[in-house]
T-cell receptor, first 113, second 115 residues
Framework: GDSVTQMEGPVTLSEEAFLTINCTYTATGYPSLFWYVQYPGEGLQLLLKATKADDKGSNKGFEATYRKETTSFHLEKGSVQVSDSAVYFCVSYSGAGSYQLTFGKGTKLSVIP | NAGVTQTPKFQVLKTGQSMTLQCAQDMNHEYMSWYRQDPGMGLRLIHYSVGAGITDQGEVPNGYNVSRSTTEDFPLRLLSAAPSQTSVYFC??????????????FGPGTRLTVL
């Protein structure tokens, strides 16, 4: 079955630092890929997505590019803010009747002033 | 729209007790699902439904039952709670046809402790 491996946390950065959270996947075919974010005490919400190879998803200054050659979907942001402190999940969906999304284990990001 | 609602927000049970976690959505979504979130484990799928009357097992279904009698509601039942079921539970929903291309809508979660 599908699997998603993402960078172990926690990650602590200073405000305005550059962020990268690595994510790689294994799947049959070419899955859709997502990054979800979970702020403290809340449910998950979609941050960005890419549904085919070479697509770039972007939102709120975050970006991720779907690389089929390296089976990766790394999350980046050029300048993090304290308000970006959250847990980030890389997620894949292969379809083909499985109806199941596959979540990475999550990476906790703390941004300090 | 209220989106996805979950009740209760917090619950403490004793081992062996039963309870139902409620989940409702008002977006007419065909697809609904239940996940549990444990430290270091990410989200793991318990059960899901692709429409009223249709349910299936996810990755970790043991100890949990579900039913889907209406499009709006998808309750999760713990028949005999065990300490291993201490977790945060999330319900999510989406349009079935957009499952691979659009967002899942998550509820705020239920924090369950089993003593």
């Amino acid at each position: 079955g599908d699997s998603v491996t993402q960078m172990e946390g926690p990650v602590t950065l200073s405000e305005e630092a550059f962020l990268t959270i690595n994510c790689t996947y294994t799947a049959t075919g070419y899955p859709s890929l997502f990054w979800y974010v979970q702020y403290p005490g809340e449910g998950l919400q979609l941050l960005l997505k890419a549904t085919k190879a070479d697509d770039k998803g972007s939102n709120k200054g975050f970006e991720a590019t779907y690389r089929k050659e390296t089976t990766s979907f790394h999350l980046e942001k050029g300048s993090v803010q304290v308000s970006d402190s959250a847990v980030y999940f890389c997620v894949s969906y292969s379809g083909a009747g499985s109806y199941q999304l596959t979540f990475g284990k999550g990476t906790k990001l703390s941004v300090i002033p | 729209n209220a989106g996805v609602t979950q009740t209760p927000k917090f619950q403490v049970l004793k081992t062996g007790q039963s309870m139902t976690l409620q989940c409702a959505q008002d977006m007419n979504h065909e697809y609904m699902s239940w996940y549990r979130q444990d430290p270091g484990m990410g989200l793991r799928l318990i059960h899901y439904s692709v429409g009223a009357g249709i349910t299936d097992q996810g990755e970790v279904p043991n100890g949990y039952n579900v039913s889907r009698s209406t499009t709006e509601d998808f309750p999760l039942r713990l028949l005999s709670a065990a300490p291993s079921q201490t977790s945060v539970y999330f319900c999510a929903s989406s349009y079935l046809g957009l499952l691979g291309t659009d967002t899942q809508y998550f509820g705020p979660g239920t924090r369950l402790t089993v003593l």
